[in-house]
């Protein structure tokens, strides 16, 4: 048996993220049935790293597969680009030690939320953005970024509705740039809750509409509530960027 | 009566093109049918600037139109916008002088054509560039647009099947510009000729790729016939930067 370490990107509009779902087209779904080609028809399982949701995007996903078969890894990528659809391209085939798993022995991950400022959403960002075309005070989302950032109790900053009971991560960096226009929310840390980036992005433009304090956040973390919270952004605002190991 | 100046931006990919088509979607329609809710429910007729192929994009597509009410440039583009689907935005309105026509006295156009040069095509420029995944001179490429620039008889890079039989142009500038892992070709004239720029596009490549010669344009433009010149580059790589009057 080998383990083969796969990079992947794509355009998540039109699936329902990347984990397998019954009743609708997800991506891991997609890139396995691709894969069945190569394993004599039997789709294999394939393990992604961030199981990204309906309409989030990635640049840097990555996944692991265990196969048999002794194709080079240069031909696994072709083979599979050849039958993926245009909105998932796989940069990347890499032997892997045997037993490597994307998920479960990744140590980091880095994600950007966008959002777009300027008064018309660009055509060409309209599946790739959050358009929020009122004022805000970026010097105090920026404040209320600083005091995200670190090791904390994320549960306020988890959708509600899940089991995870250790909500405890740490937020290497979670930084807001403002480009002019747009602004970007680059975060990267150990691991992410369910939503957590997106409910990040959602409280802190409500720091910057001025809905909430920049020094509010110790209070939100406190909580550990997610009614606590901003509301969650939307989607197709969100990119994985990349899976550290 | 008043004359207005639309700057309109869209993405093409989803409809057939700027003109009003009896069988199929065309962003021409689209406009009229949202500018409909303004004049009583009758759409007028908006006159585009160019007439955009099917799956070409436009960041300043310029129309203008007639109208009888006295809303304010700024509330009419505030009206279109709330109407029209996200793949369509209005930039700008402005009043014009009064029979302002957008086609007719359009006095230069920009375009712009994107390849990508890089081994895997990005599913995020999916719908906006060709993918030429193959060694090309780009040298080579260069010197054969300095020979297409200025004024000549473009015949051989018009759409076969067109009756316009003046197809003297002048290209002011026609660039091609390296940025690694992508070609950008822009082409600024006083006018183009039906799937010029496209036709252009797709000569240089195939000098690019050396089934031409660079010095081969002349002959081409000598020709005065479509058979001369290259195949016509796909129309996603194409969009419609700007028009001056």
Redo the contacts between chains.
Sequence with gaps: MRTLKLTL???GTDYAGWQRQTNALAIQQVVEEAFAHLTGGVPPTISGAGRTDSGV?AMGQVASVNVEFEHSPLSVQRAL?MRLP??????EVVEARMGFHARFHATGKAYRYRMVTAP?????D?H?AWHVPWPLDVRAMQQAAESLSGTHDFASFQASGTTITDTTRTLERLTLTDRGGELLLDAAGDGFLRHMVRIIAGTLMEVGAGHRRADSIPDIIEARSRDAAGKTAPPQGLTLMGVRY
């Excluded at 018309?120 to 060409?124: A, E, H, I, R, Y």
Aim: no cysteine; hydrophobic share 45%.
């Design positions: 990107t794509y355009d995007h680009n245009p909105a998932i391209r796989v940069l018309v959403l660009s055509p060409f309209r790739f």
